[in-house]
């Protein structure tokens, strides 16, 4: 596809041609958009609205400001509420304070696995015997 057809194709879906679009090369611009399509809007196992906290959470952590406004937006056009989305960033914040915590202290992986999966294998037990 030439630059202009894309260009039209993002501009019908969007009603603009956001500006991160414009300085991708000829030669990549279809295929960029093309996959920016199926990621970021086709449905998957994942309904969107969850993508979109998922993406919400990530850009906290990764302290990115664009990916940040974006996936929050997006997450909000999908339904999620404010407390939603604090929820997201709460939970990403809590997991790289745990992140960078156990892999800073060195926990022995092998151990930290094994007490995971007989932590959840107690809950599964506690669970079966509450139904």
């Not at 599964?124 to 015997?129: A, E, G, K, P, Y």
């Amino acid at each position: 596809m030439r630059r202009e057809t894309v260009y039209k194709e993002i501009e019908d879906m969007f009603g603009v041609v956001p500006s991160m679009f414009k300085p991708l090369p000829d030669s990549s611009l279809e295929m960029e958009w093309q996959l920016f399509k199926r990621v970021q809007f086709d449905e998957g196992p994942i309904p969107n609205k969850y993508r979109e906290l998922i993406g919400v959470a990530i850009s906290a952590a990764t302290k990115c400001r664009y990916c940040s406004f974006y996936h929050t937006e997006l997450a909000k056009l999908n339904g999620a509420t404010d407390a939603e989305i604090e929820d997201a960033v709460h939970f990403a914040k809590s997991t790289a304070g745990w992140s960078t915590y156990v892999n800073g202290m060195q926990i022995d992986f092998e151990k930290f696995k094994k007490e995971v999966l007989q932590a959840c294998e107690h809950v599964r037990s506690l669970t079966s015997v509450a139904r």
